[in-house]
């Protein structure tokens, strides 16, 4: 038997639309559509080879990916093992920054029929399970009353983005085929599936049927004597172990809901599966997996970084912005908050620190920066925490790492001149000595080359300037789109010869670090890292 091939496939999303890409002639299966995504190498975890594949093949640096599901397939060549990703945020636009591999991309709806073909066969299942809500409502009339129960569907109601599976099997026959009708309709007004609970006694099935759902979802019990998959368009199940997934996924069942992972208001007292007993179960599962027990909207984004596809609620608030949820922090907010502590450390008019701090923001969270922004002073802040034993004035670093680029226009070489200007004019509105600003403006200065300086805490502002160069490689080739978006101005022969020249100078260096404790942290990943874009860079401009 051939050996299996482990594959990292990506499904780009992009609001209600996901990625084909058509594979090139001279490959296997050219002309048929795919994910895009690539063979795992030796010694490469499947997100690893997943960043680096949609790197090579579109130019683009994934920025949020979580694990979805797995799928095997054996093709006359070969025996697949894809895993999928699914990648929600990127740097970079597709074909743009670097030449795209496939012979077409094509987006298509997440609930509509595709529009291209002919599809790679290990693939055709995927776009079922994309065309699953991230969100299952289960209903608790029985508990909360119809009316209650009525009015958290309709808040909840997302035309096709929650999915409702009807339960309530404590309810008199009668009462649950009224209460059945009901959700139906309110269901059909919103394009909301609905899926109903079958105990094994085949009432659940008889229902499903009556009022037209999409499907019926089996409780644990039901899925455990039932020896073939009910003829629904929709059947998932209620799983609690490892047996109870893998019959869900021999039955050929379309998802399953996996719990409890948190305690719930019912039961308190249990602490449930937790994310990372979750996250071990649901690991290289081929259906798509809900999580169950303590879930709200607020913890859909944890669900899914571990695996799930979604999360189930039985009591959880459906709509929108509903469950507590902190309101995310403007661009630029702790980098000013640090700025302005600063400040204040050295003058006592809190109105003109705060100007200055917003000032600052201001600039690096300017239009046409991705790299040069605020998000890059918080993680030089972080790399300044690691040595901070080491600097001998503090505060003077801190100001040369807020003030270094300030003024970035590319292509411009006097960008660190006029940053150096610019902070020794506030630096002086703020009453530091002039023996200081002008410590502050050399250090700034030192950031256009990252030449070796004779004084430490320049060379401790270069290195963590340069921190980035020695990132894992998908950290590195986030900050090298980024930085391509801000000469996007450049065709990219222009781009490649000027890049190269900055990298090849670099590695040129006996040391790229100045400092020990960047060295044996950050030097051979660095040099990695340049060696690999060179490399990159060089293939492009051969075609």
């Given at each position: 038997?051939?050996?299996?091939?482990?594959?990292?496939a990506?499904?780009?999303l992009?609001?209600e639309?996901?990625?084909?890409?058509?594979?090139?002639?001279?490959?296997?299966?050219?002309?048929?559509?795919?994910?895009?995504?690539?063979?795992?190498?030796?010694g490469?975890?499947v997100q690893?080879?997943?960043?680096?594949?949609?790197?090579e093949?579109?130019?683009?640096?994934?920025?949020?990916?979580?694990?979805?599901q797995?799928?095997?397939?054996?093709?006359?060549?070969?025996?697949?093992c894809?895993?999928f990703?699914?990648?929600?945020a990127w740097?970079?636009?597709?074909?743009?920054?670097?030449?795209?591999?496939?012979?077409?991309?094509?987006?298509?709806?997440?609930?509509?029929?595709?529009?291209?073909?002919?599809?790679?066969?290990a693939?055709?299942p995927?776009?079922?399970?994309?065309?699953?809500?991230?969100?299952?409502?289960?209903?608790?009339?029985?508990?909360?009353?119809?009316?209650?129960e009525?009015?958290?569907?309709?808040?909840?109601?997302?035309?096709?983005?929650?999915?409702?599976?009807?339960?309530?099997?404590?309810?008199?026959?009668?009462?649950r085929?009224?209460?059945?009708?009901?959700?139906?309709?309110?269901a059909?007004a919103?394009?909301?599936p609905?899926?109903?609970?079958?105990d094994?006694?085949?009432?659940?099935?008889?229902?499903?049927?009556?009022?037209g759902?999409?499907?019926?979802?089996?409780?644990?019990?039901?899925?455990?004597?039932?020896?073939?998959?009910?003829?629904?368009?929709?059947?998932?199940?209620?799983?609690?172990?490892?047996e109870?997934?893998?019959?869900?996924e021999?039955?050929?069942?379309?998802?399953?809901?996996?719990?409890?992972?948190?305690?719930?208001?019912?039961?308190?007292?249990?602490?449930?599966?937790?994310?990372?007993?979750?996250?071990r179960?649901?690991?290289?599962?081929?259906l798509?997996?809900?999580?169950?027990?303590?879930?709200?909207?607020?913890?859909?984004a944890?669900?899914?970084?571990?695996?799930?596809?979604?999360i189930?609620?039985?009591?959880g608030?459906?709509?929108r912005?509903?469950?507590?949820?902190v309101?995310?922090?403007?661009?630029?907010?702790?980098?000013?908050?640090?700025?302005?502590?600063?400040?204040?450390r050295?003058?006592?008019?809190?109105?003109l620190?705060?100007?200055?701090?917003?000032?600052?923001?201001?600039h690096?969270?300017?239009?046409g920066?991705?790299?040069?922004?605020?998000?890059?002073?918080?993680?030089?802040?972080?790399?300044l925490?690691?040595v901070?034993a080491?600097?001998?004035?503090?505060?003077?670093v801190?100001?040369?790492?807020?003030?270094?680029d300030?003024?970035?226009?590319?292509?411009?070489?006097?960008?660190?001149?006029?940053?150096?200007?610019?902070?020794?004019?506030?630096?002086a509105?703020?009453?530091?000595?002039?023996?200081?600003i002008?410590?502050?403006?050399?250090?700034?200065?030192?950031?256009?080359?990252?030449?070796?300086?004779?004084?430490?805490?320049?060379?401790?502002l270069?290195?963590?300037?340069?921190?980035?160069?020695?990132?894992?490689r998908?950290?590195?080739?986030r900050?090298a789109?980024?930085?391509?978006?801000?000469?996007?101005?450049?065709?990219?022969?222009?781009?490649?010869?000027?890049?190269?020249?900055?990298?090849?100078?670099?590695?040129?260096?006996?040391?790229?670090?100045?400092?020990?404790?960047?060295?044996?942290?950050?030097?051979?990943?660095?040099?990695?890292?340049?060696?690999?874009?060179?490399?990159t860079?060089?293939?492009?401009?051969?075609?």
């Amino acid at each position: 038997m051939t050996e299996e091939v482990e594959v990292a496939a990506a499904v780009l999303l992009r609001g209600e639309e996901f990625l084909l890409a058509c594979r090139p002639e001279g490959k296997a299966y050219a002309g048929y559509w795919e994910f895009p995504g690539g063979k795992v190498e030796a010694g490469e975890s499947v997100q690893d080879a997943l960043v680096r594949e949609l790197w090579e093949e579109m130019g683009i640096a994934i920025t949020q990916a979580t694990p979805w599901q797995t799928r095997r397939f054996v093709y006359p060549h070969a025996r697949v093992c894809i895993h999928f990703w699914r990648v929600s945020a990127w740097k970079g636009e597709i074909g743009v920054v670097a030449p795209l591999e496939h012979s077409a991309i094509a987006w298509q709806p997440l609930r509509g029929p595709v529009s291209v073909a002919p599809l790679l066969p290990a693939n055709t299942p995927i776009l079922k399970a994309l065309s699953l809500p991230a969100v299952m409502a289960i209903t608790h009339a029985e508990a909360q009353g119809m009316e209650a129960e009525l009015h958290r569907l309709r808040q909840g109601a997302q035309g096709g983005e929650v999915c409702i599976q009807l339960r309530d099997r404590g309810l008199a026959a009668d009462a649950r085929r009224r209460w059945a009708h009901e959700v139906a309709a309110l269901a059909a007004a919103h394009a909301d599936p609905v899926l109903v609970s079958e105990d094994g006694a085949g009432s659940g099935v008889a229902l499903a049927g009556e009022i037209g759902a999409v499907g019926v979802h089996l409780t644990a019990a039901a899925l455990g004597c039932c020896t073939a998959r009910p003829d629904f368009s929709w059947v998932g199940a209620s799983c609690h172990t490892a047996e109870e997934l893998e019959r869900a996924e021999t039955l050929g069942l379309d998802y399953a809901i996996l719990g409890p992972v948190l305690p719930t208001p019912s039961h308190p007292e249990a602490a449930g599966i937790g994310w990372e007993g979750f996250a071990r179960l649901v690991e290289n599962r081929e259906l798509p997996v809900f999580a169950l027990g303590g879930q709200t909207r607020d913890t859909l984004a944890s669900a899914q970084a571990h695996g799930a596809h979604g999360i189930a609620m039985l009591r959880g608030a459906l709509q929108r912005g509903v469950g507590g949820g902190v309101e995310a922090c403007r661009p630029g907010a702790e980098a000013g908050r640090r700025f302005e502590a600063l400040a204040l450390r050295h003058h006592t008019d809190a109105s003109l620190c705060r100007r200055l701090a917003e000032e600052i923001v201001a600039h690096y969270e300017a239009a046409g920066r991705y790299y040069h922004t605020t998000a890059h002073l918080d993680f030089m802040l972080a790399q300044l925490a690691s040595v901070a034993a080491s600097v001998q004035d503090e505060d003077a670093v801190l100001f040369a790492l807020f003030y270094h680029d300030v003024i970035y226009i590319p292509a411009h070489d006097d960008n660190e001149t006029q940053s150096a200007d610019l902070a020794a004019d506030r630096l002086a509105r703020l009453g530091l000595p002039s023996e200081r600003i002008q410590k502050v403006r050399q250090m700034i200065l030192a950031t256009r080359d990252h030449a070796s300086a004779d004084d430490a805490d320049t060379n401790i502002l270069t290195d963590i300037d340069l921190a980035s160069l020695g990132q894992p490689r998908s950290a590195y080739l986030r900050m090298a789109t980024e930085v391509r978006q801000e000469y996007a101005r450049y065709d990219e022969a222009t781009w490649n010869a000027g890049r190269r020249r900055v990298l090849e100078h670099f590695l040129a260096r006996p040391r790229i670090y100045k400092t020990p404790h960047f060295q044996m942290r950050l030097e051979k990943m660095a040099r990695e890292n340049l060696e690999y874009e060179c490399k990159t860079l060089a293939a492009r401009a051969a075609v």
